[in-house]
């Protein structure tokens, strides 16, 4: 299994256009979870799923932000309008049921000018 | 509320020195910890959770439920171990909270 699959690696923008960031979790795990990373605040969880169905979606910063999960093989983290304040990277995970381990991906680093 | 602190940004020591990176939680119930690192151009990956009670890479962590602390130690440090580390907490292994991490230099 290649782990978590994360795309783009890398997206440069400019304020107020949308971004898509997508995630592969590994195949058979329950639990995707999308996280931001920054010096400043470090992990953030912004929002979980569990068997495709969103369970917490508490830190998900404002109604700019949106994910989904269409299929167990697949979530977008979704911004629009994007801002300079939402560059960060942001981490998919991954969990199976009763592992208790979080699978990362490689991080989208995100940067809007 | 549930929260997890990592007091130090930045920790530096000299290969072969004793180091701790300290994390200190709140939480009502009675959660779970885990290290988790991310070395220079890999994944974060788990390093440690306390409920194995297991020394990986020669890191320990014990949970001081008294003083709600869950600091990692390694009594030797060796240059590989520079990296991020994450302390984190779940209440019931689907939802997990993390600090906002420490970087760990050790020189040679």
């Known amino acids: 299994d290649a782990g978590v699959i994360q795309s783009p690696r890398h997206e440069v923008t400019e304020m107020g256009q949308e971004v898509t960031l997508r995630c592969k979790p590994i195949s058979g795990h329950d639990y995707l979870f999308w996280y931001r990373q920054t010096m400043m605040r470090g992990l953030e969880l912004l929002i979980y799923?569990?068997?495709?169905?969103?369970?917490?979606d508490s830190g998900m910063p404002e109604d700019r932000f949106s994910a989904k999960m269409p299929n167990a093989s697949f979530s977008t983290l979704k911004i629009q309008p994007s801002e300079p304040r939402d560059s960060a990277v942001y981490f998919c995970?991954?969990?199976?049921?009763?592992?208790?381990?979080?699978?990362f991906g490689e991080g989208s680093r995100l940067t809007v000018l | 509320a549930q929260r997890v602190t990592q007091p130090e940004k930045l920790l530096s020591v000299f290969k072969g020195a004793p180091v701790e990176l300290k994390c200190n939680y709140s939480y009502s119930g009675s959660p779970e910890l885990f290290w988790y690192v991310q070395y220079s151009r890999q994944r974060l990956q788990l390093l440690l959770r306390h409920i194995s009670r297991e020394s990986i890479k020669g890191f320990t962590a014990d949970l001081n439920k008294g003083e709600t602390s869950f600091h990692l130690k390694k009594p030797f440090a060796q240059e590989e171990d520079s990296a991020m580390y994450y302390c984190?907490?779940?209440?019931?292994?689907?939802?997990?909270?993390f600090g906002s991490g420490t970087k760990l230099n050790v020189k040679p």
């Open positions: 984190a907490l779940s209440g019931n292994f689907n939802k997990f909270y």
């Open positions: 799923f569990n068997n495709n169905v969103p369970i917490d």
């Open positions: 995970a991954s969990m199976g049921q009763g592992i208790g381990e979080l699978f």
